[in-house]
């Protein structure tokens, strides 16, 4: 793996600590200002400071562009639209699993959670939520995850062990190991959307549709 990656990856570690141990802390203590809003305010201040420095140590993939036996983007949506219903398929086979086999509640804790605290938010609050995760959120993980863990273990193992390793990864951050095979088949089918259309940013539309549509049922619950 090369060192820019590693920078990549080490950038987006440093946004998630910095988000809860920094940034937040002293929006709330220093400012007064709620604990959902500092948390909400510092993924977005992260999220875009973040991004910047991924994109400077992306730029030399950035000028390559897509590989030559990439699929052409035209040809790339209707991938979009399969791995987007292929993830609910395999969301809606996990939960059945996690009941009737594991007897757990397919609706995990954390998602409870979020979804109670979107009653809570202001209009403003809403919007940077949303937009926090469904375009920060995807484009962080499917660099991180797919780029460049799966890129990097595609090329020297094979895709179940390249696609199980960067889907594990993508579960890490979430903190919600109960869930895991959740995170797994998710990842499974964005590792499955990146190898047919050789387009990270097909796997990264495709991840922002899911969370919009998650993000949108949680709203109207």
């Known amino acids: 793996m090369s060192k820019r990656y590693w920078g990549v990856l080490m950038t987006y570690i440093c946004f998630v600590f910095s988000v809860l141990y920094v940034v937040a802390p002293i929006l709330i203590n220093g400012f007064g200002i709620p604990k959902e809003n500092a948390f909400l305010y510092g993924k977005l201040i992260g999220s875009i400071l973040t991004t910047i420095i991924i994109l400077f140590l992306l730029n030399p993939d950035i000028k390559k562009g897509v590989s030559k036996d990439a699929l052409p983007f035209k040809k790339s949506i209707k991938w979009i639209i399969i791995g987007f219903f292929m993830i609910i398929v395999a969301q809606i086979i996990v939960g059945l699993i996690e009941t009737y086999i594991f007897n757990t509640n397919p609706v995990s804790e954390r998602s409870?959670?979020?979804?109670?605290?979107?009653?809570?938010?202001?209009?403003?609050?809403?919007?940077?939520?949303?937009?926090?995760?469904?375009?920060?959120?995807?484009?962080?993980?499917?660099?991180?995850?797919?780029?460049?863990?799966?890129?990097?273990?595609?090329?020297?193992?094979?895709?179940?062990?390249?696609s199980l390793v960067s889907s594990i990864a993508f579960a890490v951050p979430h903190m919600d190991f109960k869930h895991l095979l959740s995170y797994i088949a998710t990842g499974f089918v964005l590792s499955f959307v990146y190898v047919k259309t050789k387009r990270i940013i097909v796997s990264i539309i495709t991840h922002s549709f899911v969370n919009a549509f998650v993000f949108l049922g949680a709203l109207l619950q």
């Open 112 to 162: 409870q959670s979020k979804t109670d605290i979107l009653d809570t938010l202001s209009p403003i609050m809403l919007l940077i939520n949303l937009v926090t995760t469904i375009i920060f959120a995807p484009l962080f993980e499917e660099v991180m995850c797919r780029k460049i863990i799966f890129g990097t273990l595609y090329t020297k193992t094979n895709f179940f062990i390249a």
